[in-house]
């Protein structure tokens, strides 16, 4: 696997095309095997997490074909059969095979899904919806097995607003006899364009975007087109970037309505911001002034930035404070981030960071998708070369985060692992 080379203290400057977002994409592909006709899905990201999915889904007998950030899925011939063990542990939303497959062939047989190292990541919520609506549940070990004669509409109330657990029910809602309605739902725009996607083909539901929704189930999905929308956290990592390395960057395509609270972080950090419909331009002069931010289920600050602002925080003029209130073990990037230069002190959920400019360049880890991100934006503020290794971890999310950010001016590139020796790296 090559690793992501960062030559520091180059400021950006240009343009970044946002990909579409991954996190809306993956139901929609799970969700398409509700579907007696095909499903046209547009920006598409052509990512590892996105190719494991729809192997999943030829698995289970979907034609599919990805072009062009096109993929079409025809759902008509699937089967009922148990998802491989591998893709299960490869993607944590594997687990969102489980409503559709229920829906679809009334039983679904998969594994424990694996993913991001960043906590213990609980199925218990999931479970529990399916479950109210009709399904037996057996965990064996790290097998999941289900089954349903006929799933029916329920009341399901969610103590905690679960992204997954909201979109798995809504999937297996979608297929149930009768009105199911969610309250304690999410309320993440990636399941507002889950439900936009399934009202395109069909589907009954309303309340989307608020904390209640409500399926009308029962009715067959047909065939549609939808086109997913800009990643918002591909868009904020590159906020990250701008705040860390300086400069000025223009984000086509970046979902700027969904990003009220990365967009005000940004800004109390000191950049400028000016937002136009699908795109954000920042610029950013100086170093980063200091933050305080928590970590919450949206519209609060998304967990999915947090390793990216403690790269920002740990180059600001002063000291940050950033809680972490999602998933517990996120942190794990300071270890990586200390190893070149930054201060940061854990203490529980909640990071002390001491501002330090510049960071030093050196050979970093990353252990997560997020993380490693963020390493590599770490790096933009470190003098001399920094090495980020666990690329698998980031090309499950970013298409291309070398180009995207070389393309704006950084000098950063994927090199073989050999060339950190000659860099005296190792
Ligand atoms: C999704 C996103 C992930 C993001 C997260 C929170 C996808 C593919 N991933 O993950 O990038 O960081 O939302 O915005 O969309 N929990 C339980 N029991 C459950 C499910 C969750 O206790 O059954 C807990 C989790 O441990 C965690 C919290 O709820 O502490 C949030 O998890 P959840 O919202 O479910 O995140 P994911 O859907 O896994």
Request: glycine share 14%.
């Amino acid at each position: 696997m090559p690793v992501i080379c960062v030559q520091g203290l180059r400021r950006l400057n240009g343009e970044i095309w946002i990909q579409g977002s991954k996190n809306a994409v993956l139901p929609m592909m799970a969700a398409s095997l509700l579907c007696r006709g095909t499903v046209t899905i547009a920006n598409v990201p052509l990512i590892e997490d996105v190719f494991c999915m729809l192997e999943i889904l030829r698995t289970l007998g979907c034609r599919c074909d990805l072009r062009e950030h096109v993929l079409t899925v025809d759902a008509r011939d699937a089967v009922g059969r148990p998802v491989p063990e591998e893709a299960c542990r490869s993607m944590r939303s594997s687990i969102m095979l489980l409503g559709p497959l229920l829906g679809r062939f009334g039983a679904a047989q998969i594994w424990y899904p694996g993913g991001c190292s960043i906590g213990s990541r609980p199925i218990d919520l999931h479970l529990g919806a399916l479950r109210s609506l009709g399904a037996q549940i057996v965990v064996e070990g790290e097998q999941i097995r289900a089954q349903a004669s006929g799933l029916h509409g329920a009341r399901l109330r969610f103590p905690y607003p679960s992204v997954g657990a909201t979109e798995n029910a809504v999937m297996a809602a979608v297929a149930s006899e009768g009105t199911t309605r969610i309250s304690g739902a999410a309320r993440e725009p990636e399941i507002e364009a889950l439900c936009d996607f399934l009202r395109t083909l069909g589907a009954g539901i309303s309340g989307i975007g608020s904390g209640t929704l409500t399926v009308t189930g029962g009715s067959l999905l047909h065939g549609g087109s939808f086109t997913v929308p800009g990643d918002r956290i591909v868009a904020g990592t590159y906020l990250g970037a701008a705040l860390t390395a300086g400069g000025e960057l223009l984000l086509r395509g970046a979902p700027e309505g969904q990003m009220g609270a990365a967009l005000a972080a940004a800004s109390r950090m000191g950049a400028e911001i000016a937002v136009e419909p699908c795109s954000i331009r920042i610029k950013m002069t100086g170093r980063p002034r200091p933050v305080s931010l928590t970590t919450e289920p949206y519209p609060g600050f998304p967990t999915d930035l947090q390793s990216v602002m403690l790269a920002a925080a740990s180059v600001a003029e002063g000291d940050s404070f950033i809680r972490e209130t999602v998933f517990e073990e996120r942190f794990s990037t300071a270890k990586e981030l200390r190893k070149l230069g930054a201060h940061i002190i854990i203490n529980g959920g909640t990071a002390a960071v001491e501002g330090r400019w510049p960071l030093c360049g050196g050979s970093v880890s990353g252990r997560d998708l997020r993380g490693g991100a963020a390493l590599a934006v770490a790096g933009l503020a470190a003098e001399g070369t920094t090495f980020v290794d666990g690329y698998a971890h980031i090309r499950r999310g970013y298409e291309d985060i070398c180009g995207d950010l070389a393309g704006a001016g950084a000098e950063i590139c994927l090199e073989d692992i050999d060339r950190r020796k000659e860099h005296g790296a190792l």
